[in-house]
């Protein structure tokens, strides 16, 4: 089992930054890939930015250059460093524990509770 919790949100201008970070707390974290996903108001959830156990890497074409994932297996916790943010960018962020194959991630159900992510002048 994996219990994660994510930290980090708040409202920010367009074009600045924000990290957001997801302590994970259980024995598998260092085997499980990680993921950030995110859902606006009245859209699907989507995958943000993945992260592998061993590091690799997979990112939604539309923060590609802007964010950055990264984990910390030492302190069991994932980053999310997010850079010139846009309005529509604004939505709740979530952590997710899950599988990295083949370039592909796969979530399990390992979900936090969220942080919103508020985007505007």
């Known amino acids: 089992q994996v219990q994660l919790v994510e930290s980090g949100g708040g409202l920010v201008q367009p074009g600045g930054s924000l990290r957001l970070s997801c302590a994970a707390s259980g024995s598998r974290f260092s085997i499980v890939a990680m993921a950030w996903y995110r859902q606006a108001p009245g859209k699907e959830r989507e995958l943000v930015a993945a992260?592998?156990?061993?590091?690799?890497?997979k990112y939604a074409d539309d923060v590609k250059g802007r964010f950055t994932i990264s984990r910390d297996n030492a302190k069991n916790t994932v980053y999310l460093q997010m850079n010139s943010l846009k309005p529509e960018e604004t939505a709740v962020y979530y952590c997710n524990g899950g599988t990295y194959y083949s370039g592909s991630y796969y979530p399990l159900d390992y979900w936090g509770q969220g942080t919103q992510v508020t985007v505007s002048s």
């Open positions: 992260i592998s156990f061993g590091g690799s890497t």
